[in-house]
């Protein structure tokens, strides 16, 4: 029998559908009588709703909020003291707080129809001052997204661990650092089909999501009605990143509509939808000081760190997961005594923020890897140095930093290692002293970073909001041909759980990949999960699926013992068969009997047969911590602004690793979405709010050309919590590469005296930045 | 992102497309490739009543040369630039022109004539045929007439067409022996408009040359005599003698005010004379972009 159990680099089951094309996502779903939905939606991005007028001939076509009785807004709550709880209206009721933000709801037989009808819904609103900047937000006297608030902030948060003793460091490097507004662009976009199934009683609600369960929890309670009343079933999901872990206003007014009208009403967003009114992630800004000792060794890091995170607070995620978890995470992978780390969720008038692959972790290692550099750089030392006298080390392992973190193993310095080893330092420098031909400039970044994942019931209570991850379970079913069924409640957007959850099953019971069948993204048939999120599902769902086999398996050996007439202690389970004194027997051949055969069985059998619901938690639920060494050499034409990625190294421990393909493919996708956020992403807007990008041709992605083939490296430090070792990946190859990026950026300029604090570094920013050495009284037309 | 009704016909000769353009109501869109009006139409940036697909007409697909000009009719793609199933009076040029347009997709359908009557500043046959010296026949109801592509793209968007007439060809003079050409653009991602393109087509035999500085606000900055930007002589050492403040001088004129997008535009230009200057013609498959 081949080797397919755990670390077997088996390529992906779901492939062979995906790549052929053959995929079923939510836009391919035709259902009789199905009819479209287009939303009318604000055009400005603040104003009192003066009036909605519908032409009498689309009045039983066209939904406002007068219509959506006993529908309730949107709420997600955060339990952290003085949070202010937004309330995100369905379609909009009195104010629109963000462009984009729906206030009528057409339906047509085709949504070329609905948009039509759409067009002929004429809006009455008076503009309101646009809340655009997070920085003024927080000012007094700014226009308020939320009046009754008093001001703009849903929470600031502060956390002080003996700054005072920092603040004689011979060494202080201060920066102000932020990074750009993105969209997330999943290929897939949004999509809700909902049919009311009569026989059922029961809304049947398909939509393309990270987590089915939750989208029933958030819709019950905007609908106020039964939890089995809906069904949520989630097809071939095609990318998620965070984006299709939310509930949106659009799912909720559709499930109303089908209540309504009976038949089935399908939403699928359009590219503008997406880039204009729904996706918004990561802006962040930050003023940054590092103290340290003359040799780079760090005394503490002081931080004011703001989100912008828009007008309303995304469910389940809340609007300040992101700049409180700044706060909590901004030490990174390194040691130091003393920090202080004040944070702010500002409202905006913005689409809400959402959590997007990497979440705080991409802004927070873009401004300490920053600064790193800029320590260097005051101490004269080189970057790798000052990372190396301050990482965590291994015989610190299992370690508690500075903000309680809970690292539970792995070797931080080896992996900067072994980056510098593979990008060759010592010849990048002498490169860079030679100079380039082209008169183009060689420079080198590096950026590490740990991520916690899978971190379960006990970080999630205290953060209160309306999601808190408790044990996962998994379901297993032997079939009657001896075929395995799982079933889990998290869902993949993209993983290959189809594939590495068989692996999983076949470490215990051995049986073959292609005989095992994942059942998921449907709450109708599988067990409760918070869904696919913080990098949890190969350390949760793993976990949960090898449980329910050790049972199954339990319980196999048992009927086979009796098969063998042998005692089940004097019986082993090998290689898909159970083994006795005389002879073995199959697992085909058990699940036989059991099913079919049940004459057979011992009359002392267990009951529950070769079906099993297992749970599971890590033995802490603290999370897993993944790391990883990235460096970047580029090479950028200071003339221009264009950057080439000559080499991207990336090292990387995710302890053991399911399945190495899938890892690997992991982390060239996260990279590729790195590189974007490094170079090329940026939804900027306009003082009124607007957003300036509706098109990928005005919101640049990086396309194949500008992603190198990187060199992966990997370690394997396995966590001592996890089943089999195994860290949550899943994130991190988009965490590490815009700092990597941007110091290799800026070590190819310093010579030039630039230095750029602001992702993305488009070819504009850097000319600018280049410009501004050579003449200090350039006049920039934009802010770099 | 759906389009508002229309309606669509496919005239099968010019007779037929002139007459039916104009008896047509106002609100009709001609459609050749749809590379830039498929998406205004999704986009609902345009609603025509009528759309006129103009690929049904046999002339507009035609390419030929005439002595010393080569003629490409308004629906010839730019992969059929690219892969050299047109003539070529340009030793290459415009197949390396055209291989770095946007994306292959986007080349197999796209028109040299739509894209020309579209005249988004940042197109790159905007630039690179008015460098060329290029001229575009036009037929209407009352006949046909020939325009330089400097006089017929008259700013973003907007060109020297009437109501009921339509861009038929493409004229191309030959470049001649001894004559000098460079092309580059700048993108912030391959396949992606260009922020900046530089144009030159040079004879130094003959001391003469034109220069074209494009993707700008407007149509592009076209030097017809580009002596001045060699410091008044166009020679064998022209490149040598390229002075960027008399390119940045043309650029301040032109209304550019900004500092890094002159900056920019200027090191493009600079980087086409170059490329003009190089002894060897790159591969005629190589994209040409900064």
Known sequence: ?784 | MKPAAFAWERPDSLPALLARLAEAPAGVKLIAGGQSIGPMLNLRLVEPALILDITGVPELRTARVEGDTLVLGACVTHADIEDGRVPDLTGGALRRVAAAIAYRPVRNRGTVGGSLVHADPAADWVSALTALGAEVEIAGRNGRRTVPLERFVTGALAVALGAAEILVAVRVPALPAGAAWGYVKHCAKIGEFAHAIGAVRLEPDAGLGRAVIGAVEGPPVLLADARPLFGGRIGADFAARFDAGAADLALREAGMADTVERHIHVTVLSRAVAAAAAPEPRSNTLPEAA
């Open chain 1, 1 to 784: 029998m081949s080797r397919e159990g755990v670390g077997a680099p088996l390529p992906r089951k779901e492939d062979d559908r995906l790549m052929r094309g053959r995929g079923q996502y939510v836009g391919d779903l035709r259902l009789p009588g199905m009819q479209d939905v287009a939303f009318v939606r604000s055009p400005l991005a603040h104003a009192r709703i003066r009036a909605v007028h519908v032409p009498e001939a689309y009045r039983d076509r066209v939904f406002t909020a007068a219509d959506l009785d006993g529908v309730l807004p949107i709420r997600a709550v955060s339990g952290l003291p003085g949070f202010k709880v937004s309330e995100q209206p369905v379609l909009a009721t009195g104010k629109v707080r963000q462009v984009g933000e729906l206030v009528a709801m057409c339906v047509a037989p085709t949504r070329a129809e609905a948009e039509d009808i759409a067009a002929a819904v004429v809006l009455d609103l008076e503009e309101l001052p646009a809340v655009h900047d997070m920085l003024a937000a927080r000012e007094p006297g700014s226009a308020l997204v939320h009046e009754h608030w008093g001001d703009n902030v849903f929470l600031e948060t502060l956390v002080d661990v003996g700054i005072e003793s920092a603040l004689d460091a011979p060494i202080k490097v201060s920066r102000t650092i932020s990074t750009g507004r993105q969209c997330m662009a999943p290929i897939e976009g949004r999509g809700t089909v909902v049919q009311l199934d009569h026989r059922l009683d029961q809304l049947v609600v398909h939509t393309a999501s990270q987590m089915p369960h939750i989208v029933r929890n958030g819709l019950s309670e905007c609908l106020g009605i039964e939890q089995g009343r809906i069904r949520i079933v989630s097809p071939d999901v095609g990318g998620g990143f965070g984006y299709k872990a939310i509930l949106l206003a659009e799912d909720v007014a559709l499930a109303w509509l089908a209540l309504r009208c009976g038949h089935p009403v399908r939403w699928l967003e359009d590219r503008r939808e997406h880039l204009t009114s729904n996706a918004n992630c990561r802006e962040h800004h930050y003023r940054i000081t590092a103290y340290a000792e003359r040799d780079g060794r760090l005394r503490g890091i002081d931080c004011e760190a703001t989100v912008d995170s828009g007008a309303y607070s995304a469910y389940p995620f809340s609007a300040c997961l992101e700049a409180a978890q700044v706060a909590s995470i901004l030490p990174g992978p390194y040691d130091f005594p003393a920090y202080r780390c004040r944070t702010w969720s500002v409202a905006t008038n913005k689409c809400p923020i959402l959590p997007y692959r990497g979440v705080a972790r991409t802004g927070v290692c873009f401004a300490l890897e920053l600064v790193l550099d800029a320590v260097a750089r005051a101490a004269g030392i080189a970057p790798e140095a000052v990372r190396e006298r301050n990482l965590v080390r291994p015989e610190q392992m299992p370690f508690e930093n500075i903000t309680k973190k809970h690292f539970d193993s792995g070797d931080y310095p080896e992996a900067l290692a072994r980056a510098l080893k593979a990008v060759d330092v010592d010849a990048i420098r002498a490169r860079q002293r030679q100079g380039e031909p082209d008169g183009r400039r060689i420079g080198l970044g590096l950026a590490i970073y740990c991520e916690q994942a899978a971190h379960g019931t006990s970080v999630y209570s205290g953060w209160g909001i309306p999601m808190v991850p408790g044990h996962e379970q998994a379901s297993a079913r032997l079939t009657p041909d001896g075929g395995l069924e799982l079933r889990i409640g998290a869902h993949s957007h993209g993983q290959g759980l189809e594939t590495t959850l068989a692996q999983v099953a076949h470490e215990i019971l051995g049986v073959p990949v292609a005989r095992t069948r994942l059942v998921h993204g449907d709450t109708a048939m599988t067990p409760y999960s918070t869904g696919s999120w913080g990098s949890r599902v190969m350390v949760m769902a793993g976990g949960a699926v090898a449980a329910a086999c050790e049972e199954l398996r339990a319980r196999a050996v048992r009927i086979g013992a009796h098969l063998l007439q042998a005692r089940p202690d004097a019986c082993r389970f090998e290689g898909g068969h159970v083994v006795g004194p005389t002879g073995d027997v199959p697992l085909e051949a058990i699940a036989r009997t059991w099913y079919r055969r049940p004459q057979d069985l011992a009359p002392d059998t267990d009951p529950g047969g070769l079906e099993v619901t297992a749970g599971y938690k890590p033995v802490r639920d603290s999370g897993t911590f993944s790391y990883a060494a990235h460096a970047a050499v580029v090479a950028v034409d200071p003339d221009l602004g264009a950057v080439e990625i000559l080499d991207y190294v990336i090292v990387e421990d995710g302890g053991t690793l399911v399945n190495p393909l899938v890892v690997d493919g992991q982390i060239y996708g996260g990279l590729a979405q790195g590189i974007g956020t490094a170079l090329f992403e940026e939804m900027r807007f306009d003082a009124r709010g607007q957003p300036l990008a509706s098109t990928f041709a005005d919101y640049l992605l990086p396309g194949a050309a500008d992603v190198p083939m990187a060199r992966i490296d990997h370690m394997e430090t396995p966590s001592p919590y996890t089943r089999f070792g195994q860290k949550g990946i899943g994130e991190g190859g988009a965490i590490a590469p815009p700092a990597a990026l941007a110091n290799a950026v800026n070590d190819a300029l310093a010579p030039l005296g630039v230095e750029l604090l602001h992702s993305p570094a488009t070819p504009r920013r850097i000319v600018e930045a280049v410009l501004a050495t050579r003449a200090p009284a350039v006049t920039a037309r934009e802010a770099a």
